[in-house]
């Protein structure tokens, strides 16, 4: 399709992730110290990103994130998110956004369904609606390299290559790995230089 397509594609491609089995003997008041939180586990794997000399430690760590990204805290909207998923696959986007609606309704600071939003939205050429989810999104989560690629992909299919630069760099900030966004970056500066020749 078009160029946020790429950037949105390989989101859309992770499965949801498996519900968490739920202990069943309590814990330690101290065991349950020394478990990570969701915030430190993305700090470390935003960090890996960082440092990565390795693509495929690179590539790991990105879909880590993504996986935890995708989990909201709660089972219902975890299950909303896996049908989600699905009605996208089909291109079914009326019953997907009707189940984020109801995830954003029932859990609205869930970043990753406000990001999906703005993907279906993209994807049925309503840019207006997908900027300002995207623009929530990265309210939510700044470091969301996905939002921020789709944003440069919308700015730059408006003729808006500043700010698709812009966007685009911000990504590449947190994940310098997201080889289609340098592309497109690429591109971008070029088409630009010439047109300063």
Avoid: C
Avoid at 144 to 152: C, M, Q, R, W
Wanted: no cysteine; net charge negative; charged share 25%.
């Amino acid at each position: 399709m078009r160029t946020l397509l790429l950037s949105f594609a390989f989101l859309l491609t992770i499965a949801s992730p498996a519900p968490a089995e739920r202990e069943t003997t309590p814990q330690s008041p101290s065991a349950t110290k020394s478990a990570p939180t969701r915030a430190s586990q993305l700090d470390t794997l935003f960090g890996t990103l960082q440092t990565a000399t390795d693509p495929a430690a690179a590539k790991s760590a990105e879909n880590d994130i993504i996986s935890l990204w995708l989990q909201s805290g709660s089972d219902t909207v975890d299950l909303l998110m896996e049908w989600t998923l699905a009605a996208i696959e089909e291109k079914d986007y009326a019953l997907a956004l009707d189940y984020l609606d109801r995830m954003i309704v029932m859990k609205p600071e869930f970043a990753e369904a406000w990001n999906k939003r703005a993907t279906v939205h993209f994807l049925l050429d309503d840019y207006s609606r997908a900027i300002a989810d995207i623009e929530r999104t990265l309210q939510l989560e700044p470091r969301h390299f996905g939002a921020l690629s789709g944003l440069g992909a919308i700015m730059r299919d408006l003729g808006e290559n500043e700010r698709a630069m812009s966007a685009y760099r911000r990504a590449l900030e947190f994940d310098p790995y997201l080889d289609n966004v340098r592309q497109a970056l690429d591109e971008i500066e070029r088409e630009s230089a010439g047109q300063d020749i």
